[in-house]
Structure formats: C-alpha cells, structure tokens
C-alpha cells in the first residue's frame, strides 16, 4: 500500500487534504492524524472493520481497548450511559486537552473492538486545531491510538509515523510535530475517588486543585490485583531499539558513566540536558534545558527515535522528579528502561 503524506499546517490547499482524510474515512479505512498531545491512528468509532484496521497496521494486542475522539463535549452524551458530576466537572475543565476519561459506554452504539469488551470507554476531546478540524468535518467520533507500531515510543512528528506505519496505512494528515509529546492523562471516574490509569499532560496536582483527591497508583500498587488498570499498561512500551539505562541528572554522575560504559565496550546514546553537551558520548540528544518538565517530555519521544538511528549499544538517559508533568515522564522512562537503572 502507498501511504500519502499530506501536509495541514502551512498548505493553501489543506481543505482538499481534509476531504480527502474524510472520504478515506468513510471508506472504512484509517488515516494517521496530529494531536496537542502524540499522532493518533484513526478510523471512524463505529465501524467495527474500520477499527479493526487499527488493530492490524500496528501489531497492537486486541484486548488493549482504544481512545474516542470527538469534536465537540455534547457529543459525550451520545456515547456515554452515565456521566457523573467529576467527569462533568473534569469535561468543562479540562477539554478539550489531554485528559482521557474511563466512562460507562453505552451499549451497542460504538464498534465493539473499540472497548475490547470492557463495560467501560475511554474517551476525549483533543486540543489541536487539525485533529479538531479532522473530527469536525468527519461528524463522526474517532476511535485512536497513538500511530506507532507496538510498543514503539509514540510519534511526535509525521515522519515518525511514516518510518512506523509506511505502506501499512492510505493517509497522513502532517501537522508538524505535537506539543505535549506524552500521551494524555487517563483518568478512570467510574472509581470513587478517580484513578489515573496513566499519568500525562494534565496532572495530579492539577485535578486535585479542581475536583480534590485523585489516586496516582505508586509502581508497587499498579501491581496489585484490586489496583484499576489500563490494559495497555501491561505491554512493552516506548522501546527503542538498544537497551536503556536510567541515571540521576547529576553532571559528574552522567559523565563517569559514560566514561565506564564506553570502556566495557559500549556506544554510549545520551539523552540530557542541553547543558550536558561536552561530555564526550558517541551520540547526544538534548532532552531541553534543565528542570524544564514541559520541554522534556516534548522531546523525550523524538530523542529515543533518534537513537534508533544510530550506532549506539546503550542509551544512557537522565531522569526528573515525578512532580507534575515529571510522572508522566518518569512513567514512560521507566517503560522505555524496563524499570534498570545504571550502577557503576
Ligand atoms: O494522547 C493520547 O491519549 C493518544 C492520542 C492519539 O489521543 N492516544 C493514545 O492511545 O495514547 P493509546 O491507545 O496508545 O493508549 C490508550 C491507553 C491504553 O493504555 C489503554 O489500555 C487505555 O488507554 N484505555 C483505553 N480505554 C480504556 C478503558 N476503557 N479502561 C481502561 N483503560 C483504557
Ligand atoms: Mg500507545
């Protein structure tokens, strides 16, 4: 299959690209589209062939249900059997933007592969002006993941999804790369009080600023049989292709492990700070300036890609605090380590 790229952002023609990205649509086919938060892979909510589509391009697990995008926050109601006064209150707070909320589906109405047969959707209003416009014109909820293969990190950029799904799926809709670079915040409110399936974007200080207490599970809980789970969680994820190693953003630290890996052989990768430019690694990729949370986790998907196309054996990357946005990045981090810190 031929995969045309089409780009939105600066093109005088991007209605044409939009027409076209619907028809493909409602053809029954998928078509790979921006948000403020990763490229998602879409096909229309409702068609179970469509979504199975979904499933096939990217080797994704069947039983790991998917995220419904809609254009507007009315359209909930036609999708949800119950919304509760916290989700009400998170929709008129937080959407659209990157908060996906674990709802009650309404039964028969989205395509059963969507859910993977769970009582429950998750679903959102995303925050960027060309999946917005996507959805707008389609009248039609879209059903998403990010628009990588599995268990790769998800795509900020088209070539990303390019390099994953070329000849696999018909459309790209480009436009450029994503804001956030983590993927939403996935809060289940059918629990009393809410969980966060999956930390992001909008973060556990910020919901409990507005609807009170929130449960982040710590990695320890996550485990526990009675802990709420997003089924994807339990996949490899955000894996690039040499093992990683996590390591405190400590400057003397980074450079002798550097150092003591490259003697055991190695092609060290390192992702940091700007300010870590001089150490001598085989390969560098700036994650942002240091402490800035909002710019590492924009980069952080781009840079473990990146390693990919390199030489490197080892991928040497530094860590924050898990305040704020700092979960969601320490959540993908420790996914794209398998949990292995560096020790000298
Ligand atoms: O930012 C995002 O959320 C991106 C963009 C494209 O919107 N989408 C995304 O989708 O990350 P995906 O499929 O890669 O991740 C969805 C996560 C998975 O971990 C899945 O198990 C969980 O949400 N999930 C979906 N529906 C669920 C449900 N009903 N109950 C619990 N977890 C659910
Ligand atoms: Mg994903």
């Known amino acids: 299959m031929e995969t045309v790229c089409k780009n939105v952002d600066s093109n005088v023609n991007s209605q044409t690209n939009y027409t076209q990205a619907v028809d493909i649509l409602n053809a029954g086919e998928v078509v790979a589209f921006p948000t403020e938060t990763v490229y ?9 062939t469509a979504v199975k589509k979904i499933f096939e391009a990217k080797g994704r697990p069947s039983d790991n249900p998917l995220i419904v995008h809609i254009g507007t926050k009315e359209e909930v109601e036609l999708y949800i059997e119950h919304i509760s006064e916290v989700a009400k209150k998170c929709i008129d707070l937080f959407w659209p933007g990157p908060l996906t909320l674990v709802m009650p589906v309404k039964p028969n109405v989205l395509a059963n592969s969507v859910t993977a047969g769970l009582a429950t959707v998750g679903i959102r209003m995303p925050d960027h002006p060309v999946a917005l416009a996507l959805l707008r014109q389609l009248k039609k909820p879209l059903a998403a993941p990010s628009a990588n293969r599995s268990g ?8 990303h999804v390019q390099d994953d799904l070329g000849g696999y799926i ?3 809709l480009d436009g450029g790369s994503t804001g956030i670079g983590l993927e939403s ?9 809410p969980v966060i399936l999956r930390p992001g974007g909008i973060t556990r200080e910020m919901l409990e600023a507005k609807i009170g207490p ?9 485990k526990l ?4 789970k997003a089924p994807g969680m339990k996949y490899t994820h955000y894996a690039p292709n040499a093992p990683v190693l996590l390591i405190e953003c400590d400057l003397e630290k980074v450079h002798e492990a550097v150092h003591q890996l490259q003697k055991q052989g190695h092609k060290v990768a390192l992702l940091a700070p700007a300010s870590f430019e001089d ?3 085989d390969f560098y990729f700036s994650i942002g300036e240091v402490g800035s949370k909002e710019e590492m986790g924009a980069t952080l998907y781009h840079a473990l890609r990146a390693c990919d196309k390199t030489a490197a054996t080892i991928i040497l990357a530094t860590t924050t605090s898990t305040e704020g946005v700092g979960a969601a990045i320490m959540n993908r981090l420790e996914k794209a380590a398998g949990g292995k810190w560096y020790t000298p």
């Open 185 to 193: 915040t996935v809060l289940d409110v059918t629990h009393e009080p």
């Open 40 to 48: 998602g892979l879409g096909a229309v909510a409702t068609n179970d």
């Open 214 to 222: 929130v449960i982040q599970p710590t990695k320890i809980e996550q």
């Open 279 to 281: 150490i001598e690694a």
């Open 225 to 228: 049989e009675a802990t709420p």
């Open 170 to 172: 018909p459309y790209i």
């Open 152 to 159: 790769k990190p998800s795509p900020t950029e088209a070539i």
